[in-house]
């Protein structure tokens, strides 16, 4: 796969806060690649190198062959950047916003296209204070790519969008996927990222902790669980079971975390079988992104 994106050892500290420690990954054209991880672990932080509002302290950063930190000029006309919060006056309404914003640009933008595919023109004439939240972001992404953008940056682009408005965002980002754009977006909600991106990096603490396709990771980290309903068995007992990497227990119900859960199934129904204990709803579960998440931020908690 060809790669638009090369970052090699990248570090970036503000005072005594290392932000960003030493991280790698690449990116392949066509891609939607996800950069996951909590409030705080250093996604936004990594993105604004990328996009070369920030200087790293550390390592290499290649986009689509130029530096970012040093030719950033040129970069702009190749890349778009979809900010957390972007600052268009209240008042403003949505085509003035669109012509002033493809007026920045000497070539022609794809103004018309836009309004078209994103469904913008009931709003054309609609202050940028009266949308809603998912309205605002599509036209915050109608700013972003009116120059047809190779790469898109989008950070936490759902934030704060009802689980409608976020479905909505999600085909828009596809669509510009079609439209040939390779696109990166930082989110820490793990849906998000299990639903749209190719493959996903998660960053913690600002180190790169896995790196591959969504289902791969859950393969990987052995984020698959038994789950089923007990009054007779206990934490203490479930923990030690051959293959148990995990237990999560409300009450009742269990989620056996396992790297076999052939083997641990086994043990349980045959401790049950000998102890009398009764199962119940008993299921093979696949994991998510969201199990491997709190996965990752027990073990940062714990040391």
Known sequence: MEHVIDVKGLSKSFGSVQAVNDLSFSVGKGEIFGIIGPNGAGKTTTLEMLEGILKPDKGTIDVLGLDPSRQLRNLNHHIGVQFQATSIQKKMKVKEALDLFSSFYKQATQKEHLIEILGLKEKLHVAFEDLSGGWKQRVTLALATLHKPEILFLDEPSMGLDPHARREMWSMIRLMREQGCTIVITTHYMEEAEKLCDRVAMIYSGQLKALNTPSELLNEMK??????????????????????????????????????????AYHIFSYCHEKGIALHNFKFEKGSLDDLFVHYLEKEQTG
Do not use: M
């Open 223 to 264: 984020a698959h669980y038994l789950a089923f309903e007990s009054r007779g068995l206990e934490y203490d007992y479930l923990i030690t079971v051959p293959g148990v990497v995990r237990v999560e227990q409300t009450e009742e119900t269990f989620k056996v975390f396992s790297e076999d859960q052939q083997i641990t």
